[in-house]
């Protein structure tokens, strides 16, 4: 059978895949002129950077962990120890691990006191029941009790393990306040935790996306073809695109939330639309500053996590690329990312952004000469958020879509590769199982 797949970023392209595998004939259309989405490449003066996602989580990535084995990659991937520290208001540097909660036990401002509640909060997580797939929309709308991860970070863990230890990491991940978040995702990854392991493809990882197609062998990919259009016709689907019909017996949208609504549109009822419509997406900026010759080459960590008690922070992290991801910078180079928390967003222009990426970086990691190049990633709807009672409101579109259209999205659970991989997957075998 024929079948559509609407967008190419992470979770289209794991349809894509599926579908092919399962024996249909698939045409992927991607508006844009390259697969990844979010987490596609960008080339600039021998630089690769990363317009999104920065890194794969290892042992909490299973699907996407298992297709790129599947597929022969998983031996490609490059590890990545992410060492950190954490920036206090006062400039003092506190060492610890991304991938390694109990390293944020060892940091001096934690009094015994609080590290005891942590320790108790730990072990009451892990002794009662969570998700056991994180990015399982369906799974975390079971353990969403209407309770945001601030509330119960500071009820349970106290102010100075919430400042020192929930915020930072939230931050760099999610860039929005913790009382935007419900719990259960960060608490299944708690859970969790101790199968985290970072690792970069090669090429970044924007390149999950194009090894999915690559191994779509009944696949064709459109790209700069954005589609215009979804009407029904006698076999299925008709699907409008660069003025063009294309028929399909069915279809998987793996486009944003709010696009999706406006194609289904005729064919939704109009709750599914208020919901994906409605769907949390926030502003989003990082900035890239590429040095043709590295500023500080035996600096000791690669990331460096500002904290501090109280108060706004603009800033959630600053990244040293080289070490992330090797192939991102040309040889004895440096790539800085800079990532900004949302809220300050509304009031800086580029201009603010920019510049205080720069005096960010500087603060960081020491003096430096001018870069080769500042480059501003801004977007106005960048990541998906998902706050108390967001799952379930969002896996009942699931029921309100027509015959053989799937959706897929990392909308669907937390922004993430994981959440859009895991999505494509279960998008396209629930397509397969309406075809036969």
Same mark, same amino acid.
């Given at each position: 059978?024929?079948?559509?797949?609407?967008?190419?970023?992470?979770?289209?392209?794991?349809?894509?895949?599926?579908?092919?595998?399962?024996?249909?004939?698939?045409?992927?259309?991607?508006?844009?002129?390259?697969?990844?989405?979010?987490?596609?490449?960008?080339?600039?003066?021998?630089?690769?950077?990363?317009?999104?996602?920065?890194?794969?989580?290892?042992?909490?990535?299973?699907?996407?962990?298992?297709?790129?084995?599947?597929?022969?990659?998983?031996?490609?991937?490059?590890?990545?120890?992410?060492?950190?520290?954490?920036?206090?208001?006062?400039?003092?540097?506190?060492?610890?691990?991304?991938?390694?909660?109990?390293?944020?036990?060892?940091? /001096?401002?934690?009094?015994?006191?609080?590290?005891?509640? *942590?320790?108790?909060?730990?072990?009451?997580?892990?002794?009662?029941?969570?998700?056991?797939?994180?990015?399982?929309?369906?799974?975390?709308?079971?353990?969403?009790?209407?309770?945001?991860?601030?509330?119960?970070?500071?009820?349970?863990?106290?102010?100075?393990?919430?400042?020192?230890?929930?915020?930072?990491?939230?931050?760099?991940?999610?860039?929005?306040?913790?009382?935007?978040?419900?719990?259960?995702? /960060?608490?299944?990854?708690?859970?969790?935790?101790?199968?985290?392991?970072?690792?970069?493809?090669?090429?970044?990882?924007?390149?999950?996306?194009?090894?999915?197609?690559?191994?779509?062998?009944?696949?064709?990919?459109?790209?700069?073809? /954005?589609?215009?259009?979804?009407e029904r016709s006698s076999q299925?689907?008709?699907?409008?695109?660069?003025?063009?019909?294309?028929?399909?017996?069915?279809?998987? *949208?793996?486009?944003?939330?709010?696009?999706?609504?406006?194609?289904?549109?005729?064919?939704?009822?109009?709750?599914?639309?208020?919901?994906?419509?409605?769907?949390?997406?926030?502003?989003?900026?990082?900035?890239?500053?590429?040095?043709?010759?590295?500023?500080?080459?035996?600096?000791?960590?690669?990331?460096?996590?500002?904290?501090?008690?109280?108060?706004?922070?603009?800033?959630g992290a600053i990244v040293l690329?080289?070490?992330?991801?090797?192939?991102?910078?040309?040889?004895?180079?440096?790539?800085?990312?800079?990532?900004?928390?949302?809220?300050?967003?509304?009031?800086?222009?580029?201009?603010?952004?920019?510049?205080?990426?720069?005096?960010?970086?500087?603060?960081?990691?020491?003096?430096?000469?001018?870069?080769?190049?500042?480059?501003?990633?801004?977007?106005?709807?960048?990541?998906?958020?998902?706050?108390?009672?967001?799952?379930?409101?969002?896996?009942?579109?699931?029921?309100?879509?027509?015959?053989?259209?799937?959706?897929?999205?990392?909308?669907?659970?937390?922004?993430?590769?994981?959440?859009?991989?895991?999505?494509?997957?279960?998008?396209?075998?629930?397509?397969?199982?309406?075809?036969?």
């Amino acid at each position: 059978m024929k079948t559509i797949v609407i967008g190419g970023g992470p979770a289209g392209c794991a349809a894509a895949y599926t579908l092919s595998k399962q024996g249909h004939d698939v045409l992927l259309f991607e508006a844009s002129d390259q697969v990844g989405g979010r987490t596609k490449q960008l080339r600039r003066d021998g630089f690769n950077l990363a317009t999104g996602a920065l890194f794969l989580m290892g042992g909490i990535y299973p699907r996407t962990s298992a297709l790129l084995a599947e597929m022969g990659h998983d031996r490609d991937i490059v590890p990545w120890g992410g060492a950190s520290e954490l920036q206090d208001k006062d400039d003092s540097r506190y060492p610890v691990s991304f991938v390694s909660l109990l390293s944020y036990l060892r940091i /001096p401002v934690l009094s015994l006191g609080d590290k005891l509640k *942590v320790a108790m909060a730990g072990l009451r997580l892990h002794l009662r029941p969570g998700a056991s797939n994180p990015f399982d929309g369906a799974e975390l709308a079971a353990f969403d009790k209407g309770e945001d991860l601030e509330t119960w970070s500071r009820k349970n863990l106290g102010e100075r393990a919430y400042e020192y230890i929930v915020r930072p990491i939230m931050d760099f991940l999610y860039a929005v306040p913790a009382s935007w978040l419900s719990t259960p995702f /960060p608490h299944a990854i708690i859970q969790q935790a101790h199968k985290m392991k970072l690792s970069v493809p090669p090429g970044g990882v924007g390149q999950v996306s194009e090894w999915f197609v690559q191994a779509a062998k009944r696949a064709e990919v459109r790209l700069s073809t /954005p589609v215009e259009r979804v009407e029904r016709s006698s076999q299925g689907y008709r699907v409008f695109a660069n003025g063009e019909a294309h028929d399909a017996d069915g279809l998987v *949208v793996a486009t944003e939330a709010f696009v999706a609504a406006k194609l289904l549109e005729p064919y939704i009822d109009a709750d599914a639309r208020s919901r994906l419509t409605e769907a949390p997406y926030t502003d989003y900026a990082h900035v890239a500053i590429g040095y043709a010759k590295s500023p500080w080459p035996n600096y000791p960590t690669d990331i460096v996590l500002p904290v501090g008690v109280g108060g706004t922070r603009n800033i959630g992290a600053i990244v040293l690329h080289s070490r992330r991801h090797p192939g991102s910078v040309p040889k004895g180079g440096e790539l800085v990312g800079v990532y900004f928390n949302t809220p300050p967003l509304a009031h800086m222009s580029d201009e603010d952004i920019k510049r205080e990426a720069l005096e960010a970086a500087i603060k960081a990691f020491g003096a430096a000469p001018d870069p080769t190049f500042v480059h501003l990633f801004r977007y106005d709807r960048g990541l998906t958020i998902a706050g108390p009672g967001h799952y379930s409101k969002l896996d009942a579109v699931h029921k309100a879509m027509p015959p053989r259209v799937c959706l897929a999205g990392d909308y669907f659970s937390q922004a993430g590769v994981e959440a859009a991989v895991f999505s494509g997957e279960r998008a396209a075998q629930m397509l397969d199982r309406a075809m036969h």
